[in-house]
């Protein structure tokens, strides 16, 4: 079940940086460090997992497993990309019931098309506005606890431009969703007259490479965002580590000095190694 911290710091306008969580891996390291939430990325998790892109080929299956396996080990709460609720009404029933089952504090639902595609890529095509506040209202009455937030997503301002984004965002909010998500504003006046036109509790989706601009969390609060989503910044500095680190021990045939790796000691303090060595010397046969 959701706890309630995220809805907390949002009612008392804490904001709230997200970075992007792909695997355990990536969750551990991001649960120490102190975040407000941790964002599981839909993106990432089908990389990670699959190896493939980000288009609605994963399934409902692929990812609420994913999910529930971060939940489980982090403590921080956990903002989860849930695409398009996979399907219908009755899909997007069922999703929300497991992805509250197995602990997130929030969830997004975006208006795209089903099989969606990455908000930050071309060819995205949206659904009517009204059949996204049917799903919302689904959202809403199918969750067991307010605790969870309903995060509503639209696309709509890649192909039907910046004005009907706006206007979903509010339609939105009209039918009680907790968090409205523009996705990919591409210019910082964009970012600024949206949070002056939506006053629902906004999220900003910072994207290393993507449509919108890199606008700092200072900048965002001030502009009056809820919650900044960095999704990219894991998965994409974890891609660039391995592939220096595979090339130099390519070239080499060894790795050099200079390959600045995380320590195999700090690896197995992430890993929770200390707790299994101090189970063994407790029990040690005698």
Request: proline letters at 4%; one cysteine or more; charged letters at 25%.
């Amino acid at each position: 079940m959701a706890t309630p911290e995220l809805k907390q710091a949002l009612a008392n306008k804490d904001f709230i940086v997200a970075p992007g969580v792909f695997d355990l891996i990536s969750a551990l390291m991001a649960d120490r460090m102190g975040f407000r939430a941790l964002y599981v990325t839909g993106y990432g998790t089908v990389a990670s997992y699959l190896g493939i892109p980000d288009a609605g080929i994963a399934t409902y299956r692929d990812m609420v497993e994913r999910v529930g396996q971060i939940c489980k080990r982090t403590k921080t709460p956990i903002i989860a990309d849930a695409d398009t609720g996979y399907g219908g009404l009755l899909n997007v029933r069922e999703t929300v019931l497991g992805y509250e089952d197995v602990g997130v504090s929030a969830i997004q639902l975006e208006d795209q098309e089903f099989p969606k595609k990455c908000g930050h890529t071309p060819f995205r095509r949206v659904i009517p506005a009204s059949d996204m506040q049917r799903k919302i209202e689904v959202a809403l009455k199918t969750r067991k606890s307010d605790d969870l937030q309903i995060i509503a997503r639209t696309d709509s301002r890649t192909s039907l431009g910046f004005d009907e984004a706006i206007r979903r965002g509010k339609a939105y909010a009209e039918v009680g969703a907790d968090v409205i998500f523009i996705e990919s504003p591409e210019t910082e006046e964009e970012l600024e007259l949206a949070a002056a036109e939506i006053k629902t509790p906004l999220l900003a989706n910072i994207v290393n490479g993507g449509r919108t601009p890199l606008v700092a969390a200072d900048r965002l609060a001030e502009l009056g965002y809820a919650i900044a989503l960095h999704p990219a910044v894991g998965f994409l500095s974890a891609a660039r580590s391995l592939e220096i680190a595979y090339g130099d021990l390519l070239r080499n045939g060894h790795t050099s000095s200079h390959i600045d790796l995380y320590s195999f000691s700090d690896m197995n303090r992430l890993m929770g190694f200390e707790d299994v060595w101090a189970f063994d010397k407790e029990w040690a046969e005698q």
